[in-house]
């Protein structure tokens, strides 16, 4: 398997995705070498968080949905199209 080399934050946002929040962390972790993932829980009431705590070891980051309403896309330069997929630069 490829693994990019660049520096990379990916931002996973869940909501009671115990089913698959493993999946994508373990995709990003594949192809991405020493990557920043930060997870942004939606107040999930299923174990979502738990799952994504056996990814402890690696540079994870774990946020509350707050945390997406305190100014996060106005300080970063960037925002999320009104479906919430499709991640654009304005800069």
């Known amino acids: 398997?490829?693994?990019?080399?660049?520096?990379?934050?990916?931002?996973?946002?869940?909501?009671?995705?115990?089913?698959?929040?493993?999946?994508a962390i373990q995709s990003v972790i594949d192809h991405f070498k020493n990557p920043e993932i930060i997870i942004v829980d939606n107040q999930s009431t299923d174990e979502s968080m738990k799952v994504v705590s056996l990814f402890d070891r690696h540079n994870i980051v774990k946020k509350g949905h707050k945390y997406l309403y305190d100014g996060f896309y106005q300080k970063c330069n960037h925002y999320w199209t009104s479906n919430g997929a499709t991640w654009k630069g304005i800069g």
């Open 1 to 23: 398997m490829v693994q990019y080399e660049k520096d990379i934050s990916v931002i996973i946002r869940c909501r009671n995705e115990e089913e698959h929040i493993g999946l």
